[in-house]
């Protein structure tokens, strides 16, 4: 995998900026930010990720950002399968429903996320009374009932769902997850064909991290080809988007988005936030988001517990602008950009890969005030067309 020395990269994007009279450059951007759905206007949505006291608006001052900036939401936990439907049979929807409902209101795209994923799945799902792992059979009825019940409630309202989470491996193989196991490969596309047939009008997308790994994004390719050539609908490739500052390179995410637009996807970028951190380093390598692979606290790999250097602030936002820069370039085949969170307070990499960092991933401070690269991508929007 390409990799590049971030410090150099990022500052010379930042001088870029400068010397070609960007307003953004490194200056501290004053007055209230640009909007950033209506800088992003026509190009493609520009999400973010709803955990529960946003959903139910708890935070006056995150609600304004969110409100302000984004046309699209999807649902941090809310929507997983364990939350969901804790016990065979018993939906729990109020959070599900108050998060649809706040999206209505606020006339935005809504997605749901996720039907079918290893993780947060309850452990009922693949057992028998015993604790035995279930047949084949009642895991594609689970299945089907699961995948039925909660896309239809929303039919019609949520416009599109990640059907299938984090299935492929770095090297292109299956994850031996339960799904696989019980019942085979062909978890994906009857999962598939369960959400077409409980909402016709729904786009579905397959969703995963690091889909820039050349092997993980062939298999995801091969996949999304199978899928077609077998009558099924699939509207997009996710690309979660869980990146530090050393990697990916934003070569190698353009060639990944390359690929999915070729294979004849739209490609929506999910869970898009940028660790200012250390990697420590992990099984996985570096911008996974596996959430099993967690490491040991060390203060070393804990530099910012009070705020962002400078330097390291500088090159964060120059480096986020940067992939801003290659997804309005590539905004034919991009058509949703979704943060993974609305303040750096409330993301989740303050305790992943490590627990109890201070990190600053996101495009809103802890303070509720945009980044410098929010009014860089203003201006980038207007240069790019
Ligand atoms: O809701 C319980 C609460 O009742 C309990 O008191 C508390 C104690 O720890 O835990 C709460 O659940 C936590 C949940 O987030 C809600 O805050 C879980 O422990 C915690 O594991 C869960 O983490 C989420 C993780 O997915 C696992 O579902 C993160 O917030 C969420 O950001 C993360 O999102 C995933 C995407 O869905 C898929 N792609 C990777 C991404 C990051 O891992």
Same mark, same amino acid.
């Given at each position: 995998m390409k990799r590049f020395n971030v410090s150099l990269a990022a500052l010379a994007a930042t001088a870029a900026f400068a010397t070609a009279g960007?307003?953004?450059? =490194?200056a501290a951007a004053e007055g209230e930010a640009p909007a950033l759905k209506e800088s992003l206007a026509g190009r493609f949505y520009i999400g973010t990720a709803l955990n529960t006291d946003y959903i139910y608006e708890r935070d006056a001052q995150a609600d304004a950002v969110v409100v302000r900036h984004f046309d699209a939401i999807v649902p @941090?936990? $809310?929507?997983?399968s364990g939350p969901m439907q804790?016990? @065979?049979g018993e939906f729990f929807w109020n959070d599900a429903d108050r998060f649809v409902e706040y999206g209505e209101k606020n006339d935005m795209w809504i997605t749901g996320h996720?039907? $079918?994923?290893? #993780?947060?799945?309850? #452990?009922?799902?693949?057992?028998d009374a015993e604790g035995n792992d279930v047949s084949r059979e009642v895991l594609v009825e689970r299945m089907r009932t699961h995948i039925h019940t909660v896309v239809g409630r929303y039919k019609g309202r %949520?416009? +599109?769902?990640? $059907? /299938? !989470? @984090?299935? %492929?491996m770095e090297d292109g193989s299956y994850r031996q997850s339960k799904f696989v196991k019980i019942i085979g490969e062909d978890f994906i596309p009857l999962a598939f064909q369960f959400a077409h047939e409980a909402d016709p009008d729904a786009e579905l997308y397959y969703n995963d991290y690091n889909e820039w790994y050349v092997g993980k994004r062939d298999a995801i390719v091969k996949l999304v080809g199978e899928l077609k050539a077998a009558g099924l609908r699939i509207d997009g490739v996710g690309m979660?988007?869980?990146?530090?500052?050393? #990697?990916? #390179?934003i070569e190698e995410y353009g060639a990944a988005i390359d690929a999915y637009g070729k294979a004849g996807v739209k490609v929506m970028i999910t869970e898009l936030d940028m660790s200012a951190l250390p990697t420590p380093t992990r099984?996985? +390598?570096?911008?996974?988001? !596996? %959430?099993?692979d967690t490491v040991g606290y060390r203060e070393?790999? !804990?530099?910012? =517990?009070?705020a962002i250097s400078d330097e390291v602030n500088t090159q964060w936002n120059a480096r986020m602008g940067e992939f801003f820069k290659l997804f309005l370039e590539r905004d034919d085949v991009v058509s949703r950009v979704t943060l993974?969170? /609305?303040?750096?307070? =409330?993301?989740w990499k303050n305790d992943y890969?490590?627990?109890?960092r201070t990190d600053?991933?996101?495009?809103?401070g802890r303070d509720y005030q945009a980044k410098q690269v929010v009014w860089d991508i203003a201006e980038m929007a207007k240069d790019i067309k």
């Amino acid at each position: 995998m390409k990799r590049f020395n971030v410090s150099l990269a990022a500052l010379a994007a930042t001088a870029a900026f400068a010397t070609a009279g960007c307003a953004g450059g =490194t200056a501290a951007a004053e007055g209230e930010a640009p909007a950033l759905k209506e800088s992003l206007a026509g190009r493609f949505y520009i999400g973010t990720a709803l955990n529960t006291d946003y959903i139910y608006e708890r935070d006056a001052q995150a609600d304004a950002v969110v409100v302000r900036h984004f046309d699209a939401i999807v649902p @941090e936990n $809310v929507m997983k399968s364990g939350p969901m439907q804790p016990r @065979e049979g018993e939906f729990f929807w109020n959070d599900a429903d108050r998060f649809v409902e706040y999206g209505e209101k606020n006339d935005m795209w809504i997605t749901g996320h996720c039907l $079918v994923w290893h #993780s947060q799945a309850p #452990s009922w799902f693949f057992t028998d009374a015993e604790g035995n792992d279930v047949s084949r059979e009642v895991l594609v009825e689970r299945m089907r009932t699961h995948i039925h019940t909660v896309v239809g409630r929303y039919k019609g309202r %949520i416009k +599109g769902w990640d $059907v /299938v !989470n @984090e299935a %492929i491996m770095e090297d292109g193989s299956y994850r031996q997850s339960k799904f696989v196991k019980i019942i085979g490969e062909d978890f994906i596309p009857l999962a598939f064909q369960f959400a077409h047939e409980a909402d016709p009008d729904a786009e579905l997308y397959y969703n995963d991290y690091n889909e820039w790994y050349v092997g993980k994004r062939d298999a995801i390719v091969k996949l999304v080809g199978e899928l077609k050539a077998a009558g099924l609908r699939i509207d997009g490739v996710g690309m979660q988007g869980h990146i530090g500052m050393d #990697s990916p #390179s934003i070569e190698e995410y353009g060639a990944a988005i390359d690929a999915y637009g070729k294979a004849g996807v739209k490609v929506m970028i999910t869970e898009l936030d940028m660790s200012a951190l250390p990697t420590p380093t992990r099984r996985g +390598g570096a911008g996974g988001a !596996n %959430i099993a692979d967690t490491v040991g606290y060390r203060e070393a790999m !804990n530099p910012f =517990t009070r705020a962002i250097s400078d330097e390291v602030n500088t090159q964060w936002n120059a480096r986020m602008g940067e992939f801003f820069k290659l997804f309005l370039e590539r905004d034919d085949v991009v058509s949703r950009v979704t943060l993974w969170g /609305v303040t750096d307070a =409330t993301s989740w990499k303050n305790d992943y890969p490590m627990q109890g960092r201070t990190d600053y991933p996101l495009l809103f401070g802890r303070d509720y005030q945009a980044k410098q690269v929010v009014w860089d991508i203003a201006e980038m929007a207007k240069d790019i067309k």
